[in-house]
């Protein structure tokens, strides 16, 4: 019932929005987004993100929110407000951040959260682009000798209930057909405390988390082995809400900027001197010729602040990601064995 | 010896009720009491080897082998090898964390503001305690010390820097939400209470009745997950109620909920015949209750007040679950922070200790309150 009249509403919302857009086109004001106007109006925009993850979120002894999924609202609010201080990061737990999404409360979801048909069908949300591919995989000691994760008959696995991963992991032991002993423990220090004491033979969770906490164990982490197997996949994207497609537009496309200067090698430091460049590309993104801004409902030189403010996507990664000791690996560019590619943008 | 007491207390002046056997030093008294016998005797030898282990052990994890500071790369990433490798406490945890832990994400050049906000709770707490300020004046240093909280966490006047509550973090968010519950949880539960005791009242009666089992029958969590979750989906589309509030909203209505039945049980205990004495001296309602009735009924029920008082400073807590950020959740969330993750003892150490802190003062202060207001019961 309730999903109904969510439903009406958004159609509601959807027609309002092409009525709009209609009246915005013969009066030449207006975006044509409702969650635009409103984020221009507050002069502020929201958005939703964990601030408890590592790398992704997490704010650093002076109080600043850093991590991927705090850029990525930055760049957002860099494209849509001009400036990337506008933004007001809104701390979402994994409860109650589609609720969030949903209710108005954020613009949008950028809290390390994957993509699957069943919440882009379900929840009257939908996924603007993928930030993060990560996946399920195993954490074990040197000692133990185990090379890959078809090898780990009768171990005792710890991973935290109720995650993506119990699943993953009880559906690879059940498709090898062989034997594993979950141990399921919710608190994060508790389940590294009991792999490190050797309670449980291996520890699963995302391969990032598993990453990061291999490298916080400093000289100690040459003993600790991350299994080549990634069992799952786990896109984590960023969110917005269904029937406001300019708006999930601007989200898509700030990525798209983001990329197309990583692949240019346009970056923070450097971007003015490409103001002066003659690649019609480059001229395109930066706002100099055609109206890739206009299309969007933006300010031409949108692509020129994400990069100025916030950077491309590498230098997002590696002021994020790199310092906790994760190779790039999927999350690289197309051109480098990875799975990041932008649409061409004219 | 029974009757030697009573003898004494007869005889002599009633300042001396309670007179020390002569001739009972310390050694005396733990010659009878903790090596009376061979049985006892070995008791207390292996209690005092188990505390001096413990106490020993816990001062060498804690002081001669712990770690004070670390250093740090160009990039200003912390060096925790030094921990890593070290048998004793790391420190070096707090000294980086501490400003996260007790003031969250407070813009890091204004966090004086919140930290002059605790003195302002501290002092509040300690000028609420002084019998001396026992006045209706009292009910404007309230007003005025909670005023200046709100202006000195928002800011935007007086050339402060506006700064949104969802920054707010640490100390202060414990503080308020546990201050603002109880002060305005405490007069609703006594209202609640009241109501439910009424005979003429029977509508009030019965949704005072439903109010309280309703709130009773559900957990906190629950509470503050329809604060945070349903809540706004039955809102309109863009009526946002700001998030501080809502839980601040739900956990005054759980506190009173629970304060309500301890103050019932107060004014249950109260024999009958103080109203029948005050109908007869022919006071109205309002004036049998708080000149009679409240004042009587809540000395009674001190100890139980303060209980569900202790209980509901340490139950903001759980305020994390709905994404805001109190003392307890940012000490966690400093310890998600890589190069620190395996230093939680430390951080839970003294958290525990500030709470304790806080907890601890609140029952030493009942248990004072108490032996003053009962003074005229002791025999």
């Keep these: ?346 | 010896m029974g009757s030697l007491r009573d003898t004494m207390s007869t005889t002599t002046a009633p300042t001396l009720s309670r007179p020390s056997p002569p001739g009972l030093g310390p050694i005396a008294w733990a010659r009878t009491n903790l090596f009376g016998s061979w049985v006892s005797t070995a008791v207390s030898l292996a209690l005092l080897y188990i505390v001096a282990r413990a106490v020993l052990g816990f001062a060498e994890w804690a002081l001669v082998g712990a770690v004070w500071t670390v250093p740090y790369s160009a990039t200003g990433i912390a060096q925790t090898a030094v921990c890593q490798t070290a048998h004793g406490a790391c420190w070096a945890v707090i000294h980086d964390k501490y400003r996260l832990i007790l003031f969250g994400r407070y813009p890091f050049a204004e966090q004086w503001r919140p930290a002059i906000v605790v003195l302002i709770f501290i002092a509040l707490y300690t000028v609420s305690a002084i019998r001396w300020f026992w006045r209706k004046e009292l009910a404007l240093i309230w007003v005025a010390a909670l005023t200046a909280v709100g202006v000195l966490m928002w800011g935007g006047v007086f050339g402060l820097k506006p700064v949104p509550n969802d920054e707010w973090g640490g100390l202060p968010i414990t503080l308020i939400l546990a201050t603002f519950g109880i002060a305005f949880a405490f007069p609703l539960a006594v209202l609640v209470a009241l109501g439910r005791r009424s005979t003429e009242l029977p509508a009030v009666k019965t949704l005072c009745v439903v109010y309280v089992e309703l709130i009773r029958g559900v957990p906190l969590i629950s509470v503050l997950f329809m604060a945070s979750v349903m809540f706004p989906l039955f809102m309109p589309a863009g009526v946002n109620i700001d998030k501080l509030l809502r839980a601040q909203i739900a956990i005054i209505l759980f506190a009173a909920a629970y304060l309500a039945e301890v103050v019932r049980g107060g004014l249950q205990a109260l024999p009958k015949g103080q109203t029948e004495a005050a109908d007869a001296m022919g006071l109205s309602y309002w004036q049998k209750t708080s000149f009679i009735i409240l004042p009587q009924a809540l000395r009674l029920v001190i100890p139980p007040l303060v209980n569900t008082f202790i209980g509901f400073f340490k139950d903001t807590s759980l305020v994390l679950i709905i994404g805001l950020f109190d003392l307890l959740t940012m000490g966690k969330v400093a310890l998600s922070d890589p190069p620190w993750q395996s230093f939680s003892t430390e951080v839970y150490v003294v958290l525990g200790l500030i709470y304790i802190a806080f907890c601890y003062a609140m029952s030493r202060y009942s248990r004072g309150l108490e032996q003053e207001l009962n003074a005229s019961q002791r025999r």
Aim: aromatic fraction near 8%; charged fraction near 20%.
């Design chain 1, 1 to 346: 019932m309730r999903r109904l009249i969510r439903a009406t509403t958004h159609l509601a919302c959807a027609l309002l929005g092409l009525g709009a857009a209609a009246l915005s086109e013969a009066q030449a004001q207006g975006s044509g987004s409702a969650t635009m106007d409103a984020a221009r109006a507050r002069g502020q925009l929201l958005c939703g993100m964990a601030g408890n993850v590592p790398g992704f979120s997490l704010p650093d002894s002076q109080g600043v929110m850093r991590g991927l999924d705090a850029d990525t609202c930055r760049a957002v609010t860099a494209a849509v407000l001009g400036d990337a201080a506008k933004v007001k990061l809104v701390p979402t737990t994994t409860q109650n951040r589609f609720t969030a999404l949903q209710s108005g409360e954020v613009d949008m979801l950028s809290r390390s959260t994957t993509w699957t048909l069943g919440r882009e069908g379900n929840l009257g949300l939908m996924f603007a682009w993928v930030n993060y591919y990560d996946g399920t995989g195993f954490l074990v000691k040197k000692s133990a000798g185990v090379k890959a994760a078809k090898e780990m008959d009768g171990a005792t696995i710890c991973v935290q209930p109720g995650t993506s991963t119990e699943l993953a992991v009880a559906d690879f032991f059940r498709l090898n057909n062989i034997k594993f002993t979950p141990i399921l423990i919710q608190d994060l220090s508790e389940i590294q405390g009991a792999f490190l004491s050797g309670r449980c033979d291996a520890y699963s969770t995302d391969a990032s988390a598993l990453a990061t906490f291999r490298f916080s164990q400093g000289p100690k982490a040459a003993d600790l082995i991350l299994l080549p197997d990634i069992i799952s996949k786990e896109p984590l994207g960023v969110m917005v809400r269904k029937g406001d497609d300019k708006w999930f537009d601007v989200v898509r496309w700030t990525f798209g900027a983001m990329i197309t200067a990583e692949e240019k090698g346009i970056d923070s430091k450097n971007v003015d001197t490409f103001l002066t460049s003659k690649d019609p590309e480059i001229r395109r993104l930066l706002g100099l010729e055609g109206d890739l801004g206009k299309a969007l409902g933006l300010d031409p030189k949108f692509a020129y602040n994400v990069i100025k403010q916030v950077g491309n996507l590498a230098e997002v990664w590696d002021r994020n990601i790199t310092p906790m000791g994760v190779p790039r690996g999927i999350n690289n560019l197309w051109t480098k064995g990875g799975l990041q590619y932008a649409p061409p943008m004219r």
